[in-house]
């Protein structure tokens, strides 16, 4: 399952997640602390600290264009 590495003050965020709706591509959210130093399991999982970021295995996703093309690609697949 897709994990989306999030913050509902972030307007990229916003954008990814009305786009994963639309498409019907499910996701584990998981909403990040504003302090970038407060934010270790983003860290752990995309050796990142910034957001948005979605992770599917062992692909990770910094770029929100980058996510919503993948999203777009797991929608084609069903």
Do not use: S
Request: hydrophobic share 40%.
């Amino acid at each position: 399952m897709l994990t989306l590495y999030c913050a509902p003050w972030c307007p990229k965020c916003l954008w990814i997640e009305d786009n994963l709706r639309q498409l019907r591509v499910e996701y584990r959210y998981v909403k990040v602390a504003r302090e970038a130093k407060n934010r270790h399991d983003l860290f752990k999982a995309t050796g990142q600290k910034t957001i948005p970021a979605l992770v599917d295995g062992d692909k990770v996703f910094l770029d929100e264009w980058e996510i919503v093309k993948y999203a777009k690609q797991i929608a084609g697949r069903k």
